[in-house]
């Protein structure tokens, strides 16, 4: 059973940059691709990016992409998300999860933390 924590979540202004982290345990870290996804208000879960089991590679969503730099540290179990100039659209809940990459795809498992909020206001 994989367990997920996300931190780091906070109050930013728009124009400001935030890092997120995912600290997993109950299995073996470097054995799973590894997202992010975010959820707003009143919208469905959207996929904001994953890496590679060895992360060797990164895929974004369109919303992020620029903006976005997804990595991980396979020897503290830790995965990140940096995001800089936020905009008051990237005001959601972040996720991370556990999965695979197929064909360049990232199939999700239902590996699944408990969220941080990310709000970006003035």
């Known amino acids: 059973q994989v367990q997920l924590v996300e931190s780091g979540g906070d109050l930013v202004q728009p124009g400001g940059s935030l890092t997120l982290s995912c600290e997993v345990s109950?299995?073996?870290?470097?054995?799973?691709?590894m997202a992010w996804y975010r959820q707003a208000p009143g919208k469905e879960r959207e996929f904001v990016g994953y890496?590679?089991?060895?992360?060797?590679?990164?895929k974004y969503g369109d919303s992020v992409k620029g903006r976005a730099t997804i990595t991980r540290d396979n020897v503290k179990n830790t995965l990140y998300l940096q995001m800089n100039s936020l905009k008051p659209e990237d005001t959601a809940v972040y996720y991370c999860?556990?999965?695979?990459?197929?064909?360049?795809?990232?199939?999700?498992?239902?590996?699944w933390g408990q969220g941080t909020q990310v709000t970006v206001s003035s």
């Open positions: 999860n556990a999965g695979r990459v197929y064909s360049g795809t990232y199939l999700a498992q239902n590996f």
């Open positions: 109950g299995s073996t870290f470097s054995g799973y691709a």
């Open positions: 890496i590679t089991s060895g992360g060797g590679a990164t």
